[in-house]
């Protein structure tokens, strides 16, 4: 979708070391989502995000939305091969909940 | 609870067969959808349910494709008469409480 811009579009790392994905809306977020898909398999549901400056984590896994409501980044903290896949972003511009998703970060990690 | 559930998993047939995707989602869930992932387009909205009615079909691609919900634990997704360029990963997703869409394994479709 052209309203949600990921970058970037593909991520090759080391084992160990930290990452960060990010997610633009041309448009004030109602709420953020984040998640993770491996090929072949369903979305994984991360973290969702809805108020501006929040931050959530899931093991070594941050996520933030800025004050604006506009942007999310995704940070891997010492990353591990575990970690590969494609990272979507999602945005609820709404109350109905209906998500519009980014193009996806594919991340690999290499051992 | 087993997540939400599609079938088949994967679907292989010619063109202009008619073509139905099934979906179960999460009891309780009072939000459904499907999308349809292609390389080209990534993942896209085609319609979505709140509470059985449809609220949203304006990412439907074409008439050939429609969505029904029956009841709160049955969604179809059918494609007549299919082609070749409808070839994708259409998953479904359930939700309530605005918390995370739970989303299916997919059906990956390929149409020759």
């Known amino acids: 979708s052209q309203e949600l811009e990921q970058s970037p579009q593909s991520l090759i790392v080391q084992e160990g070391k930290n990452l960060t994905i990010n997610c633009t809306s041309s448009k004030t977020l109602y709420g953020l989502y984040w998640y993770k898909q491996k090929y072949g398999e369903g979305l994984i549901f991360l973290m969702m995000?809805?108020?501006?400056?929040e931050e959530k984590s899931h093991e070594k896994i941050t996520a933030k939305l800025d004050e604006k409501k506009q942007q999310s980044s995704l940070h891997i903290t010492a990353s591990q091969p575990s970690h590969a896949g494609i990272y979507l972003c999602?945005?609820?511009?709404?109350?109905?909940?209906?998500?519009?998703f980014g193009g996806g970060t594919r991340l690999m990690v290499k051992p | 609870d087993a997540g939400v559930i599609q079938s088949p998993r994967h679907e292989v047939t010619e063109m202009g067969q008619e073509v139905t995707l099934r979906c179960k989602p999460i009891s309780g869930h009072d939000y459904l959808f499907w999308y349809r992932q292609t390389m080209m387009r990534g993942l896209e909205l085609l319609i979505y349910?709140?509470?059985?009615?449809?609220?949203?079909d304006s990412g439907m691609p074409e008439d050939r494709f429609s969505a029904k919900m029956p009841n709160a634990s049955f969604s179809t997704l059918k494609i007549q008469p299919s082609e070749p360029r409808d070839s994708a990963v259409y998953f479904c997703a359930s939700t309530r409480d605005r918390k995370g869409a739970f989303f299916g394994q997919g059906t990956r479709l390929t149409v020759v």
């Open positions: 995000l809805q108020k501006g400056g």
């Open positions: 999602g945005a609820a511009y709404n109350a109905g909940n209906m998500l519009t």
């Open positions: 349910f709140n509470n059985n009615v449809p609220i949203d």
